[in-house]
């Protein structure tokens, strides 16, 4: 069996949404280079819809092809659905990630979250913080 | 098209290794130890390997011990001089710091039954010299375990110095040449070693096949109980196959080293000298003394296991002591080893050459290198932050 599906190696390949966005309405930075994944979200945000969403990630495989179908499964979704996403949805969307790569997924999640945070305290929007907790991730 | 470069991680196997496999495997199938004629005549072929063997190494046919690999031969070595020093009552082994695991771990298990190991730091360049080993040596050191070609960055270690050193204050000498055997000149008494390990299928022989040379009068402990193969320090029937595909690969290389070292040593200078010019970037390793197929680098805002992926798409088949290639979180202790940062040690290259590479095949590499890095390194937010100046670069 090959390391990755074809999906996640299409995704990494060929990454969408790959760049910045210039006066992002959100951006969200997460991970660190010590534990060799970093991933950064920017969001362009109208009417609490992601109207353009563009990543960059350093890191393996894995993180591109996350980042890459993360970026792919907000685009164009209110700001509530992009809340729901969730790291197992990611690397569904993927057809699986190996075990030990999960944590890939947790950080594109955690990404997006962290950019929507961002967006709401630029824009004095108040939003519950509880609710917005980083998931335990034992793995970064 | 497919490049292979990662010779250090295994070889293809040579016409040699292989003819001589395939008879073994076809028609020569008895036991060695069964008293039949086609059996005795595996003996002989047996023991006419390890001749050919003991002879490339400038050893005694009976100092030569068949084993699974390299790995094997590492513990067997290492777990055979600790448990005789018990009745010395010596417990200090001497070792460096980027030793491969089958020697760190076999070291981590004597620890943790009471030996102290002392961990030899190998400094920028990832070299140690014998006045490092002579300092370390005291009354307590039981054995000295240095290999002779670090596996992933391609140093060589000056193990005659080291072994001169060992001999001199009578401690044993190991030395891990698994990376050595077939591409430099290895001499055991003229580099005074008492043990050494090889692996056949790092010189174009067959996986799961290698020896240990033990010096006489070093006490083997067998690992396998079962039969007295082997001299009794190694049971179970005899991978003849194996062991004939290994002393032919051995001879072959043994005897071309010169020409080999030559023509590789070429092909790797112009990959270094290449992919040089890549800015923020880094040759690991010994620069002077070095494998002669060894390329080793480090490139700063990327990671390692999406250029060996990228790579492979181009054909180019390489590895990295990166640590999302090896499931852990923790980059190469080697790279850490030589004082890189996390940051940098996650993105590391490393391209084997053996002399089934051609010069086409490097020219080709150097701008699939480049052209990869830069396309990592265009997503990378590690490299947008160097670039715009929030953050330093590490690497020149």
């Known amino acids: 069996m090959a390391l990755y599906s074809e999906k996640v190696m299409d995704h990494f390949k060929n990454p969408r949404n790959v760049g910045t966005i210039d006066n992002a309405d959100g951006v969200g930075e997460v991970g ?3 534990c060799g994944d970093i991933m950064k979200i920017y969001l362009k945000i109208d009417d609490d819809i992601i109207t353009d969403v563009k990543f960059e990630t350093f890191g393996c495989g894995s993180a591109i092809a996350s980042s890459s179908m993360a970026t ?3 685009k164009g979704k209110p700001l509530k659905d992009a809340l729901e996403l969730t790291n197992k949805a990611v690397a569904e969307a993927l057809d699986g990630l190996p075990a030990y790569k999960m944590h890939c997924s947790v950080l594109a999640e955690q990404a997006i979250k962290r950019a929507i945070i961002d967006y709401y305290e630029k824009n004095g929007i108040p939003y519950d913080k509880e609710a917005y907790a ?3 991730d034992d793995e970064t | 098209m497919k490049i292979y470069l990662d010779n250090a991680s ?5 016409d040699a290794a292989l003819a001589a496999m395939t008879s073994a495997l076809k028609e020569d199938y008895a036991n060695p130890s069964s008293l039949h004629s086609m059996g005795q005549r595996m003996k002989e072929l047996l023991e006419t390997a390890r001749n050919d063997v003991a002879e490339r190494l400038g050893a005694l046919p009976s100092e030569i011990y068949f084993t699974s690999g390299g790995s094997e031969s590492d513990n067997q070595a290492i777990i055979s001089v600790a448990k005789s020093a018990l009745k010395t009552g010596k417990k200090t082994i001497i070792t460096t710091a980027f030793e491969h695991h089958a020697v760190l771990h076999t070291l981590e298990k004597l620890e943790s039954e009471g030996f102290t190991v002392k961990y030899l730091p190998v400094g920028k360049t990832g070299n140690v010299s014998a006045e490092q080993v002579a300092a370390a040596i005291d009354e307590d050191t039981c054995l000295v ?4 070609a670090n596996n992933e960055i391609g140093s060589l270690l000056p193990i005659k110095e080291i072994g001169a050193v060992c001999k001199d204050k009578r401690v044993p000498f190991h030395t891990d040449a698994v990376q050595a055997v077939g591409h430099v000149k290895i001499n055991v008494n003229k580099q005074n070693i008492d043990l050494l390990s090889l692996s056949a299928h790092k010189f174009h022989g067959p996986k799961g096949i290698g020896a240990l040379y033990a010096r006489r009068g070093v006490r083997l402990k067998s690992l396998i109980e079962g039969g007295a193969q082997e001299r009794g320090k190694r049971a ?6 194996a062991i004939l595909g290994m002393a032919a690969a051995l001879k072959e290389e043994t005897s071309n080293i010169e020409a080999n070292a030559k023509k590789i040593t070429a092909m790797r200078d112009k990959l270094i000298k290449g992919l040089s010019t890549i800015p923020h970037s880094v040759l690991n390793g010994d620069t002077k003394n070095r494998l002669p197929g060894n390329v080793h680098f480090c490139f700063e805002g990327i ?3 999406s250029l060996l992926l990228l790579l492979d798409s181009y054909g180019i088949e390489a590895s990295s002591g990166s640590a999302c290639t090896s499931g852990s979180l923790d980059p190469s202790h080697v790279l850490l080893a030589i004082g890189h940062p996390h940051e940098i040690a996650h993105g590391s290259l490393r391209l084997t050459i053996s002399r089934y590479n051609t010069d086409e095949e490097i020219e080709q590499t150097i701008p699939a290198v480049k052209k990869v890095v830069e396309r ?3 997503m990378s937010p590690v490299w947008r932050d160097k670039v715009n100046g929030v953050k330093p670069f590490l690497l020149p």
């Open chain 2, 10 to 14: 295994t070889t293809k196997m040579s």
């Open chain 1, 134 to 136: 980083d998931r335990e």
């Open chain 1, 32 to 34: 660190n280079a010590k």
């Open chain 2, 303 to 305: 990671e390692g296991e």
């Open chain 2, 236 to 241: 179970g029937t005899e991978n003849l196959p």
């Open chain 2, 376 to 378: 990592l390194r265009n």
């Open chain 1, 72 to 74: 792919e499964l907000i």
């Open chain 2, 145 to 148: 375990s240095v290999m002779a």
